[in-house]
């Protein structure tokens, strides 16, 4: 069953912060300039020529799911682009750290994208609290509704439990890429809401938030970025922050001296402690509200 979509824009609304921590996300209308948007478009085009037909088999639910950080400079612009960092000192995030990107493109009749979430810390107490952790920053190169893929997602899900939780594998393994299409993880679920964008929109929402994408059913490529950042890093546990360590984009040699690098260095975080890295997972687990409970929600 369609909903009609909650969008709030935090630039013109207060309410945004409110909604990010107790909807899992919130829209702020045109974020990038249309000179970026046409740079991203000619060089993740070029990357997804580049994509082996292996990989196109393996993430075809996702269209595409190439990493992208060091490939070009355009990428460091996008990064710390001063329009979406405001827009998470809006939200309250004035220091955050950048942690990784991915190029998520739907080709023409490409099918939809598997229900999950994204969080893989949920050992961590970090997992229960109201304020998100790890946020995704999503841009759509075109303008993005139901037809051609736009997001889905159920608000509330990334504190409170949702029967679909109990019924999904781990996010981006085997048993997604391999999934059926009459899978559950393909399941029209009654309390979803789609999401469509203008290019250039920016989405921010919560890692933990149960999330998909439509089918598209168009002739044309559906190109979206989504940049991961730490809104708060200094806040997270040293577990958190040594496993941060393992899995960064390893940057090449003497990039960090180039102008893209200089500009991107102030986002990238570091880490000189000695802790145990806390175990990758993917399950949420006790951390989640059960259904029905009304937790309080700190909005600052």
Not at 137 to 153: H, K, S, V
Not at 172 to 183: L, V
Not at 234 to 252: C, W
Request: proline letters at 9%; a negative charge.
């Amino acid at each position: 069953m369609e909903m009609e979509k909650e969008n709030v824009s935090a630039s013109d609304h207060p309410g945004a912060r409110r909604q990010l921590l107790t909807s899992g996300y919130c829209l702020f209308p045109q974020v990038l300039d249309q000179g970026l948007l046409e740079e991203l478009r000619r060089v993740t085009d070029a990357l997804l020529d580049e994509q082996s037909q292996a990989d196109r088999e393996r993430y075809r639910y996702q269209g595409s799911n190439i990493s992208v950080a060091y490939q070009d400079a355009v990428f460091a612009r996008l990064f710390t682009w001063p329009k979406a960092l405001q827009a998470l000192a809006d939200l309250g995030f004035a220091r955050p750290k950048w942690m990784s990107a991915f190029l998520l493109s739907k080709p023409p009749h490409a099918p939809p994208l598997y229900w999950h979430q994204d969080w893989w810390a949920w050992d961590d107490p970090a997992s229960a609290s109201p304020v998100p952790s790890q946020v995704f920053l999503m841009y759509y190169l075109t303008d993005t509704q139901r037809e051609n893929g736009c997001l889905r997602l159920i608000p509330g899900t990334h504190w409170q439990r949702n029967p679909l939780h109990d019924l999904l594998p781990a996010a981006h393994t085997n048993e997604t890429y391999e999934a059926n299409p009459d899978s559950v993880i393909f399941s029209i679920r009654p309390d979803e809401v789609d999401v469509p964008v203008k290019a250039g929109d920016l989405i921010i929402g919560d890692a933990r938030i149960l999330h998909a994408a439509h089918a598209n059913q168009t002739d044309h490529h559906r190109s979206l970025l989504t940049l991961w950042y730490l809104p708060d890093y200094d806040s997270l546990s040293d577990a958190i922050k040594a496993r941060l360590m393992l899995i960064r984009p390893a940057q090449p040699p003497g990039w960090s001296e180039t102008p893209a690098g200089k500009l991107l260095e102030p986002l990238i975080p570091s880490y000189q402690g000695s802790a145990e890295p806390i175990a990758w997972n993917r399950v949420p687990g006790r951390y989640l509200v059960p259904a029905g409970a009304s937790p309080e929600i700190v909005t600052g």
